[in-house]
T-cell receptor, first 109, second 116 residues
Framework: DAKTTQPPSMDCAEGRAANLPCNHSTISGNEYVYWYRQIHSQGPQYIIHGLKNNETNEMASLIITEDRKSSTLILPHATLRDTAVYYCIVRVAGNQFYFGTGTSLTVIP | EPEVTQTPSHQVTQMGQEVILRCVPISNHLYFYWYRQILGQKVEFLVSFYNNEISEKSEIFDDQFSVERPDGSNFTLKIRSTKLEDSAMYFC??????????????FGPGTRLLVL
């Protein structure tokens, strides 16, 4: 299984960009990188996913390095409501997602 | 925007009792999942379900667990004889199809199960 490594916690000032890194050095060529977040004990919320090109949607941007061994999730203007645990997940063959421990992002007023 | 719903939001039960957790997946989705999260721990995969049968299950999903799609809209998780260690948040998820690895799973808000 392709593993991911994320810092356990990060802080970000409200209104600033939050850049959350993820290492996935063993990713295979057809595996996608997914980002989810979990606010308190709510259900994981889908944010964005990508294969090798940078992606952007209304929530965030995903930057994937050319060698695909790492990626960065960017929340362009963090708000207090973005305080959550962010999970970087590489989709393995089969159905399920493997959630790691993620990065606990705290947005500071 | 369509969403996955789950009932009840909270359930308290006595050890040894049976519980049924209910989920209504997004209407055109074909693949269904249960995950659980023990307090303070990771989200763990339990089981996936497609075409009225289990497609994959984890070691956690033992004989005490079963899943069913009884009426074409609901998707249920039954725990036959609950144990204290079954206390957790249970999340249902669904996705549309499996044409590739890119299909996204959408999660429900969860059911908090407490076994006393």
């Amino acid at each position: 299984d392709a593993k991911t490594t994320q810092p356990p916690s990060m802080d970000c000032a409200e209104g600033r960009a939050a850049n959350l890194p993820c290492n996935h050095s063993t990713i295979s060529g057809n595996e996608y990188v997914y980002w989810y977040r979990q606010i308190h004990s709510q259900g994981p919320q889908y944010i964005i996913h990508g294969l090798k090109n940078n992606e952007t949607n209304e929530m965030a941007s995903l930057i994937i390095t050319e060698d695909r061994k790492s990626s960065t999730l960017i929340l362009p203007h963090a708000t207090l409501r973005d305080t959550a645990v962010y999970y970087c997940i590489v989709r393995v063959a089969g159905n399920q997602f493997y959630f790691g421990t993620g990065t606990s992002l705290t947005v500071i007023p | 925007e369509p969403e996955v719903t789950q009932t009840p939001s909270h359930q308290v039960t006595q050890m040894g009792q049976e519980v049924i957790l209910r989920c209504v997946p997004i209407s055109n989705h074909l693949y269904f999942y249960w995950y659980r999260q023990i307090l303070g721990q990771k989200v763990e995969f339990l089981v996936s379900f497609y075409n009225n049968e289990i497609s994959e299950k984890s070691e956690i999903f033992d004989d005490q667990f079963s899943v069913e799609r009884p009426d074409g809209s609901n998707f249920t998780l039954k725990i036959r004889s609950t144990k204290l260690e079954d206390s957790a948040m249970y999340f249902c998820a669904s996705r549309f199809r499996t044409s590739g690895l890119q299909e996204t799973q959408y999660f429900g808000p969860g059911t908090r199960l407490l076994v006393l």
